[in-house]
């Protein structure tokens, strides 16, 4: 079996190479993946698909499914191909989106000897508002038994976990009037949004260490001798485990209605984009890809790199199994992601090999779990057991 995954890899190099690098060439920001989606499907068509585009009411989303019909797992690739400002492909989605969709055609063209259903998923926006999180809420991972998606990254790196967020906007409603002459006919919003900030602060001491909140007055008012009727603010709140998000959101929220009262304004709270559940790694499914790695030639992998961000393959990994790894692109030189650096780092025959051996090792993996009902309890069971 190794050899046949790597017979067809190589086979099908030149396609997955040509891919990446056209969606490199001309970066589209997150739900404006137009080119970069059609390339994707087309592909995936090309190779016997069934495509369902504009999945789930998502224009630059896709589900693409082959299904052997034969007794077995759901396995899913999830594919990202959206860009920075800016810079383009700095996050290197072109590349990741490539190892997705490229494994999902490798591994079609093994299934109907061993079982099972590969779905790959064109997931939108990741860098905003992902659509991941829409196909959580959904349901679309409901009858998928494991997923599967890695990262471009300066090195091999263990899949390991996110932060939970929540993106808070606060909206304070205020009275304008002369800031000279008549002040006290003024309900002053600004002051609403600046003591939010310092209750915000001196909530900070009480919070868990590994807790992020961070946010900015996107509206302050327009004129210094106006009193500010309207002022807006966003904050990012984050946590390692969406239950302690949810506390922590809370006490937040209270800074901000405290705020307001103080200050006398009406306050409207909202999202201004889509919450992040943490990822959860399932660990018996991330070992065995570990191994395939090493079997395929990487000698080289760190333990999961210690993480603040997030990422909204954390809602997938609520619903069912998943892993997040990283794959070195830049021969493991320190290169930080969205830099212009970075970006070109995914057009190099290094990384192109590397992109090879990612794919071989998701590929044995699904294989692997594919073939083994006893390693199909396991994971499940490590995902049951497993707190979110």
């Known amino acids: 079996m190794e050899t046949r995954i790597l017979k067809s890899i190589n086979n099908l190099e030149k396609e997955f190479i040509e891919l990446s690098d056209k969606i490199l060439e001309k970066p589209e920001l997150g739900n404006e993946e137009f080119y970069a989606c059609k390339l994707h499907t087309d592909l995936l068509k090309k190779h016997g698909f069934e495509v369902e585009e504009s999945f789930m009411e998502q224009e630059t989303g896709f589900k693409a499914t082959y299904d052997s019909k034969k007794k077995g797992p759901a396995v ?10 800016g810079i383009g492909h700095g996050c290197g989605h072109n590349m990741l989106g490539t190892v997705s969709t490229g494994s999902g055609i490798v591994l079609k063209q093994i299934i109907d000897d061993i079982g099972g259903k590969v779905v790959v998923f064109g997931t939108p926006a990741e860098e905003t508002s992902g659509a991941k999180v829409i196909y959580a809420d959904k349901g679309a991972f409901d009858d998928i038994d494991i997923a599967l998606v890695a990262h471009p990254n300066s090195e091999y790196n263990e899949s390991g976990t996110s932060l939970a967020m929540e993106a808070i906007q606060f909206e304070f409603i205020g009275k304008t009037s002369h800031a000279a002459s008549a002040p006290e006919k003024g309900i002053n919003a600004l002051d609403a949004t600046i003591n939010t900030f ?29 009193i500010p009727d309207k002022c807006i603010a966003q904050f990012y709140v984050r946590a390692a485990s969406k239950l302690y998000l949810e506390e922590l959101v809370e006490k937040v929220k209270n800074c901000a209605r405290g705020a307001s009262a103080a ?11 889509f919450s992040y559940d943490n990822l959860v790694t399932n660990r018996t499914l991330s070992d065995l890809f570990t191994e395939n790695l090493r079997k395929a030639g990487v000698d080289k992998i760190s333990k999961a790199r210690k993480a603040y961000g997030s990422l909204d393959a954390g809602n997938v990994s609520h619903k069912c199994p998943t892993i997040h790894p990283y794959f070195d692109i830049t021969n493991n030189r320190e290169i930080a992601a969205h830099t212009v650096e970075f970006r070109d780092s995914t057009k190099t025959d290094y990384a192109y090999d590397n992109m090879k051996k990612t794919i071989n090792a998701l590929v044995s993996t699904a294989v692997d779990v594919i073939n083994d009902e006893e390693l199909q309890h396991r994971i499940r069971e490590e995902f049951e057991r497993t707190e979110k």
């Not at 899913?76 to 400002?85: M, T």
């Not at 915000?200 to 004129?223: F, M, P, V, W, Y």
């Not at 200050?263 to 984009?273: D, P, Q, V």
């Open 198 to 226: 310092n209750n915000i602060n001196a909530l900070r001491q009480q919070t868990k260490s590994d807790a992020r909140i961070h946010g900015i007055i996107k509206e302050g008012g327009k004129a210094a001798n106006v």
């Open 76 to 85: 899913a690739f999830l594919s990202e191909y959206d860009a920075l400002p």
């Open 263 to 273: 200050a006398g304004t009406k306050l409207e709270i909202s999202n201004f984009e």
